[in-house]
């Protein structure tokens, strides 16, 4: 059965403060690796696609990082803004379209 | 208007109303989702529309019914609700292509609580 496991389920930084967030996954076969940020009350923002092992993307602070089990979101010196739930979710290609599983997320909240 | 809009963003409703919660994507994308966001759990896919035609029904219960009258508009019907299908309801859109992973874009959801 296809699974997302995110850890932690709540991190709180100081600002500044390096750190990552991880998402474990199981497919069958993966077609996309997905990365959303989601603001209180609001609906999930795109934020990365990887593809296959080895691939890393970069957003101003983020940086996520893709293997064959897990990925990372790397957060660098994070800003109060950068406070937000991070959800991870995975495609695989025996799936039906737009059926993502998604992790429960990790909320992250930075302190100044 | 950009992106995806939803309307109404909060609503309450007794067992027995009727409602419907209204999507509109202005991205060109080519399939729409309804998703579902409940409070502790992950998200989870409700229906899947591509080019107007329903593709995917994830075992939803009958009391919510999917429209989808173009490639931009998305409604869900609502009636005779129980009060645990209060939850987070997200539209979302993207564009479908052979072969490749289609990121989503989603609305901002309708808080829909049931009484």
């Known amino acids: 059965e296809d699974q997302v496991t995110q850890s932690p389920e709540a991190l709180r930084l100081q600002e500044g403060e390096s750190s990552s967030l991880n998402c474990s996954y199981t497919v069958s076969g993966l077609r996309g690796l997905f990365w959303y940020r989601q603001d209180p009350g609001k609906g999930p923002e795109f934020l990365f696609t990887?593809?296959?092992a080895g691939e890393e993307k970069e957003k101003e602070r983020l940086k996520a990082t893709l293997t064959k089990k897990e990925s990372f979101l790397h957060i660098t010196a994070p800003k109060p803004e950068d406070s937000a739930t991070y959800l991870c979710a995975v495609q695989n290609y025996g799936g039906s379209q737009g059926n993502l599983i998604f992790g429960k997320g990790t909320k992250l909240s930075v302190k100044p | 208007e950009t992106g995806v809009t939803q309307t109404p963003r909060h609503l309450v409703m007794g067992m027995t109303n009727k409602k419907s919660l209204k999507c509109e994507q202005h991205?060109?994308?080519?399939?729409m989702y309804w998703y579902k966001q409940s409070a502790k759990k992950p998200l989870e896919l409700m229906f899947v529309y591509n080019f107007k035609e329903q593709t995917e029904n994830n075992s939803v219960p009958s009391r919510f019914s999917p429209e989808c009258p173009n490639s931009s508009h998305l409604f869900l019907h609502l009636h005779t609700l129980q009060p645990e299908d209060s939850a987070l309801y997200l539209c979302?859109?993207?564009?479908?292509?052979?072969?490749?992973?289609?990121?989503?874009?989603f609305g901002e959801g309708s808080r829909l609580t049931v009484l």
């Open positions: 991205l060109g994308h080519n399939a």
């Open positions: 979302a859109s993207s564009q479908e292509w052979a072969g490749g992973a289609g990121e989503l874009f």
């Open positions: 990887l593809y296959s």
